[in-house]
């Protein structure tokens, strides 16, 4: 085992500063922008209840083996997967596992930080008082103004990228644990407030069908890859945070209740969200299935309605604000603290280097989702954009991937003498755990993947 009082690493000052720091991560746009529209595009229940398996089976199990990694190993991702690789005498080829999860997690942040500049300039519109008295088309009309200035978006993707740099540059812990600390119960707050008031003045009853009555014909086993792949993207597993987070845990903390935790916030603001938004969406006869702007043309409605919708409706898009942005900074540390230990770059160099990469990479999304021809691409005579090709490799492929193999390296390789010391639960836990990593994420996964490319078929 490392030497503590070698490593070069800080530590979280207690349970709770890791956790709250952890469910910043966690929390973000996957809860409340993708969750409800990935949600509605796959008809509902049996989609969610696929997604909630997926947390509890197979997420949560993940979580605990990522920060069991890096608290171990007590350094990046990379080289705390492969310190256990050493410690448990198999190749350290295993590393690879590390490095893969920061590259994906670097491919999320470029699209990323296009939706955080999306909430950011909603923020303007809340407090200018656009949303007054609009009905649903005058809404979708402003969304729809909204993605054609792409100049536009490129300033507000950019304002939450410097912003993003600067705090990763400067290393701020301590700032952001106390803006987490404010932030998630607040945001959790308005949320509620939120899901209240569509609940009474939308469509609660079709809402909740929608949601909870598992209708399992709608379900396709792309949906099934999508709920998978974003049980990863919510809890930001296989994307190198976990493992760096974990490395920062002092040695008496439970990974298995910390994770339990953090999987249970995570996924009781989605659940908010989805009821937040899915009134207003069956109230004024909108589609479920709108895609990624769903959130953009519902929740302003309410907005709009609602006594004190201004202040309201500000404060909302405020905190989603946040949320995105203590997950864009988690999301830029994981490349940054690679830039810095293999490159021997700066923290200021590594983090604008990273900066300017993905500013360039992001303008494939905006453009894509701003309509621009060049960004179109033909495959299998369906039409797609760059947008939804990125996210669609990066959060079902690419993180699954990461999974597999996360899995199968703990699952397989890791000794369990090295497992039970650093989970130190009960052994039915302890048993629960093994069984997904050893056979239930890997098959599961490897079934899924070989079904997508028309492999086997069930
Ligand atoms: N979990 C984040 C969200 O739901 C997105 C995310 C994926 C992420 N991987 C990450 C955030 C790694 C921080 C670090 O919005």
Not at 266 to 280: H, Q, S, W
Not at 434 to 455: C, T, Y
Request: hydrophobic content about 55%.
């Amino acid at each position: 085992m490392i030497n503590l009082k070698q490593s070069q690493h800080e530590y979280w000052s207690n349970s709770l500063t890791y956790t709250l720091a952890a469910t910043g991560a966690a929390v973000g746009l996957g809860n409340i922008w993708k969750f409800p529209y990935i949600m509605g595009e796959n008809g509902g229940g049996a989609f969610v209840l696929v997604y909630l398996a997926c947390v509890v089976f197979i997420g949560i199990p993940m979580m605990m083996s990522e920060v069991m990694i890096g608290r171990r190993g007590r350094s990046n991702p990379g080289t705390s997967v492969k310190r256990l690789a050493q410690e448990s005498k198999v190749s350290s080829r295993w590393q690879a596992v590390g490095w893969l999860g920061a590259l994906t997690g670097y491919l999320i942040l470029s699209f990323y930080i296009v939706i955080a500049g999306w909430a950011l300039a909603y923020v303007f519109k809340a407090l200018s008082g656009d949303f007054i008295s609009q009905d649903a088309a005058g809404i979708e009309a402003l969304f729809v103004e909204h993605l054609k200035r792409p100049m536009q978006l490129i300033y507000w993707s950019a304002a939450i990228l410097t912003a993003t740099v600067i705090v990763v540059a400067k290393g701020v812990q301590r700032g952001l644990e106390r803006t987490i600390k404010y932030a998630m119960p607040l945001m959790i707050i308005l949320l509620v407030i939120t899901a209240l008031y569509s609940g009474f003045s939308g469509d609660f009853v079709t809402t909740l069908e929608f949601m909870f009555k598992p209708d399992f014909s709608k379900l396709t086993i792309n949906s099934v890859v999508i709920a998978l792949g974003h049980s990863f993207f919510t809890l930001s597993l296989a994307s190198g945070i976990m493992l760096a987070y974990g490395s920062y845990m002092p040695q008496d903390i439970s990974i298995y209740k910390t994770s339990l935790y953090i999987a249970a916030a995570d996924t009781i603001v989605a659940l908010l969200a989805g009821l937040a938004i899915f009134p207003i969406v069956f109230s004024n006869n909108l589609a479920p299935s709108a895609g990624p702007g769903l959130i953009f043309q519902t929740l302003p409605i309410a907005f709009g309605q609602m006594p004190g919708g201004v202040l309201f409706g500000t404060l909302f898009f405020v905190m989603l604000v946040i949320a995105a942005f203590t997950s864009t900074i988690a999301l830029l540390e994981s490349s940054v603290a690679y830039l810095v230990e293999h490159w021997s770059l700066s923290r200021w160099q590594a983090s604008t280097l990273s900066g300017l990469v993905l500013w360039f990479m992001s303008l494939a999304t905006v453009f894509s989702l701003s309509g621009a021809p060049w960004t179109q691409l033909e495959i299998n005579g369906h039409s797609y954009h760059i947008f939804s090709i990125l996210d669609y490799t990066a959060s079902n492929i690419m993180l699954p991937i990461g999974g597999l193999l996360l899995a199968i390296f703990v699952g397989w390789r890791v000794t369990s003498a090295i497992s039970q010391a650093e989970l130190k639960c009960t052994p039915l836990i302890y048993r629960i755990w093994l069984m997904s990593m050893k056979w239930l994420a890997p098959i599961a996964i490897s079934i899924l993947f070989l079904q997508l490319i028309g492999v086997v078929s069930l």
